[in-house]
């Protein structure tokens, strides 16, 4: 923090709480984002699914301010230790809910194609999971706001749960695409969906792993909780007797 005159002192003060409210908010719009996305692809709502994609440049324009601030304060105030490490991840942490934005307003994008083709049972599958993951984003932006080192570790235990959900429902859509060509598409959709729910648990956290450095200065220790096994996944065929 900046030494001498309390004027200085107090304005800097005051920056870093409106930094601190502009990461708020973002969190706040990317959660309602997120939660709107889901919401639409379980009722077939169209038209709140554009409104998600439309309503993504307000992260945009808050993330745009975290930047100007934040930069400013950089130049002007040449922070150190803790204030230096607040400024520096509330910037990676606004980044990380613009891209949060980003895979709510993407897996929007799916709900026409979903909503026109014929009806998949993984749809509420990729709901529940959806649903996970807006509980993790929760409490990783609560985490960072209250400076909550214990419950950024929580969540960042939790990143195995998400990983347990999309390898089972990775191995549902495939199973289903091949009992019955007519499923193809919209269980591809639902693929891109259950990736961009995936990347947005990652991303969650990721806000723990911020929330432990900017408040201890130190790394989280270990390795982080992983077990997608997507990738090694193989579905055989089923064979029928004539």
């Not at 929007?108 to 996970?132: C, I, N, Q, T």
């Not at 408040?215 to 997507?230: A, C, F, H, I, Y």
């Amino acid at each position: 923090m900046p030494v001498g005159d309390p004027h200085t002192v107090r304005a800097f003060d005051e920056e870093l709480a409106r930094l601190n409210e502009h990461i708020a908010r973002m969190g706040g719009l990317a959660e309602t984002q997120l939660a709107d996305a889901l919401q639409s692809i379980l009722d077939g709502d169209e038209e709140k699914a554009k409104r998600v994609i439309e309503d993504d440049t307000q992260v945009d324009d808050v993330h745009m301010q975290v930047e100007e601030e934040a930069i400013r304060m950089l130049a002007l105030r040449q922070p150190v230790a803790d204030d230096l490490r607040t400024i520096i991840q509330s910037l990676k942490a606004a980044s990380t809910l613009e891209r949060i934005a980003d895979h709510a307003a993407s897996t929007a994008k799916r709900v026409h194609v979903l909503h026109e083709g014929p009806a998949v049972p993984p749809v509420k599958s990729a709901v529940r999971m959806g649903w996970l993951v807006l509980e993790m984003l929760k409490q990783a932006v609560d985490a960072l706001l209250r400076r909550d080192v214990e419950r950024a570790v929580e969540v960042w235990n939790r990143d195995s749960e998400v990983d347990d959900f999309y390898s089972s429902l990775f191995r549902e859509l495939l199973t289903y695409m091949m009992e019955d060509t007519r499923n193809i598409t919209p269980c591809t959709h639902l693929l891109f969906v259950a990736k961009n729910l995936e990347r947005i648990g990652d991303q969650a956290t990721n806000l723990a792993e911020m929330t432990y450095y900017m408040v201890t200065g130190k790394q989280l220790e270990g390795e982080r909780p992983k077990s997608d096994t997507s990738s090694f996944t193989i579905v055989e065929p089923k064979h029928y007797e004539g």
